[in-house]
């Protein structure tokens, strides 16, 4: 599945829940999934900076796609990381360049978020889309 498809799978799952807190609890049942984050790769490097929470974002290049792993201190965190992971790992970069990480506001998380963790997402796609680049540079 591409971006697009990957999104929609999203937005279909959350129109599921009635209210907030229904998807709030999912976002974070989503991140109690995550795969754990190597005690190694919870480097200064790969701590996110401007997150309310501690973020780390580890990427890897692997056969022509970008792998992205994350932990955070945080559930809510930890649900939103679990989003970007769902939405962009296992894609090549020049997807991940070219996808539009506004087309993200349609599941209305971030009205939902204090500005410090909208702001924690929008540098985590800054981050990760920086990844993608340095793929396609080394290539």
């Known amino acids: 599945m591409n971006y697009e498809e990957r999104l929609?799978?999203?937005?279909d799952?959350?129109?599921l829940f009635q209210d907030w807190t229904?998807?709030?609890e999912y976002i974070i049942s989503l991140g109690k999934k995550l795969p754990k984050l190597d005690e190694a790769h919870k480097t200064e490097d790969s701590l996110i900076k401007g997150c309310?929470?501690?973020v780390w974002l580890y990427t890897e290049p692997d056969k022509g796609v970008l792998k992205l792993y994350a932990d955070s201190d945080s559930l809510i965190t930890k649900g939103l990381i679990?989003?970007?992971?769902?939405?962009l790992s296992g894609l090549p970069p020049e997807e991940?360049?070219?996808?539009?990480?506004s087309k993200l506001d349609r599941t209305g998380l971030k009205d939902h978020l204090a500005?410090?963790?909208a702001n924690a997402l929008n540098s985590m796609a800054a981050q990760i889309k920086q990844a993608a680049?340095?793929?396609?540079?080394?290539?």
């Open 96 to 101: 991940i360049l070219k996808a539009d990480m």
């Open 133 to 139: 680049m340095n793929m396609v540079e080394h290539h």
């Open 8 to 11: 929609q799978d999203l937005l």
């Open 82 to 87: 679990a989003v970007f992971i769902r939405l």
């Open 22 to 24: 229904e998807r709030y």
């Open 13 to 15: 799952e959350l129109d």
């Open 115 to 117: 500005p410090t963790r």
């Open 52 to 54: 309310q929470s501690r």
